[in-house]
């Protein structure tokens, strides 16, 4: 079985552009999260969705957004961007209710 | 906010040697989990304990729950190598619609 895939693995970017992270989670996963892990640091959790539904945001401005396509896969969009965007983006995949979440490698964003 | 709050930050032991990380959160929850990320990839899953567990096994993990302490502890046995690695702690809060919330890591490094 397949795990969760994410794509790309790297994305260099300048200040103020734009940038599309995607996710595909593991088959039959209806719950597709994500992470911001800045150099060091936590996971600061960012956004879920469950059955194309945003569920939930964390505390990240407005131009940080994403949606859940019918197959569940996921993209997060992050516009404008500024160089503490910085980070290795983490998606995750859950099944209903089963609270285990099941991790992609990442994507490590660089903002120059 | 972070829920849970891991500590020490760091810790080195030799190879054999037995490490122990503890979790800390803040409000009450259904479940505890601990994941591990290796240098900058996504994470693994390693143990969930519920709220009315105390004490679970996982081959070399054992976890702990107090929730009248509100705290986990992370014990791995005979160290090895292929432990070092950072771990987290990560809690599903009672209500709410965040389903899980990370702690901020702790950071083993095993010498061989």
């Known amino acids: 079985e397949a795990g969760v895939t994410q794509s790309p693995t790297h994305l260099i970017k300048t200040r103020g552009q734009q940038a599309t992270l995607r996710c595909s989670p593991i088959?039959?996963?209806?719950?597709v999260y994500w992470y911001q892990q800045a150099l060091g640091l936590g996971l600061q959790f960012l956004l879920w969705y469950d059955e194309g539904e945003e569920r939930n945001r964390g505390n990240f401005p407005p131009r940080f957004s994403g949606r859940q396509f019918p197959n569940y896969s996921s993209e997060l969009n992050v516009n404008a961007l500024e160089l503490e965007d910085s980070a290795l983006y983490l998606c995750?995949?859950?099944?209903?209710?089963?609270?285990?979440?099941?991790f992609g490698p990442g994507t490590r964003l660089l903002v120059l | 906010s972070q829920q849970g709050e891991e500590d020490p930050q760091a810790l080195s032991i030799q190879e054999g040697e037995n490490a122990t990380m503890n979790c800390s959160y803040k409000?009450?929850?259904?479940?505890l989990q601990w994941y591990r990320q290796n240098s900058g990839r996504g994470l693994v899953h390693l143990i969930l304990i519920r709220s009315n567990e105390r004490e679970k096994h996982s081959g070399r993990l054992r976890v702990t729950l107090d929730t009248s302490k509100k705290s986990s502890s992370l014990l791995i046995t005979a160290s090895r190598a292929a432990d070092t690695a950072s771990y987290f702690c990560?809690?599903?809060?009672?209500?709410?619609?965040?389903?899980?919330?990370f702690g901020t890591g702790t950071k083993l490094q095993v010498i061989p």
């Open positions: 409000t009450s929850i259904n479940n």
């Open positions: 088959s039959g996963h209806t719950s």
């Open positions: 990560a809690t599903e809060s009672r209500g709410g619609y965040q389903k899980v919330t």
């Open positions: 995750a995949s859950s099944w209903g209710v089963d609270e285990t979440q099941y």
